[in-house]
């Protein structure tokens, strides 16, 4: 079988890596990958919070979309769920606790404007077609404001905030759950 040049290089070993710096061979590395054929499809980072998207079959199919936390000894992996295939790509955009992220689809090249606390923020498609946007945020409450795609067709819009608010039901479900199986009261 060959494999495509894109696929075929060596990743360092952990102890070979910088962990300060968030690179698609650390995240291949660290993340388990296997380097012959996944791939870093998007980074964006914000202090030291950062989302990646990585392609682990080297064929579009299915992203993951992975959270990284930086501390004094450098980067190191968070969790990590199912983003769908490249090619069906959508923009999304949520709260991931210590940070507020967005993700879509673009020609490469193009930017996309995002706006956040007053501010108006250009995002650049990659060579992918692939954006993000990514903000850290002071406290752990999932209470968040989200990011505005400030170029989104209404239409599509008003289907995203639909989907949108069916997921924030679900996460208000499961915080509830999770809360009267702690004890504790939910956080947001």
Known sequence: MDVPPFRS???AMPG??????????????????????ARVVMIAVDDDEAIALVDGNGDG??????????E????SAGSTSGHGPLDSLSATR??????????????????????????VHECRA????????????RHMDFNHPLPELLDEDEDV??????????????RQRVRAKLGRMSGRPPTG
């Not at 949520?94 to 689809?105: F, L, R, S, T």
């Open 16 to 37: 070979e890596l910088d962990l300060t710096s968030l690179t698609d061979d650390l995240i291949i590395t660290l993340g388990g990958w296997n380097p012959r054929y």
């Open 9 to 11: 290089r060596l990743v």
């Open 61 to 70: 199919a299915e992203l993951e979309m992975e959270y990284w936390h930086k």
């Open 94 to 119: 949520w709260d991931a606790g210590p940070m507020v992220c967005a993700v879509g689809p673009a020609p490469p090249g193009d930017v996309v404007r995002i706006g956040y606390e007053g501010n």
């Open 72 to 75: 004094h000894d450098g980067w």
């Open 126 to 137: 990659n060579q992918f077609g692939v954006w993000a946007f990514i903000r850290k945020v």
């Open 157 to 170: 819009a008003e289907a995203r905030r639909q989907m949108e608010g069916s997921l924030e039901i679900v």
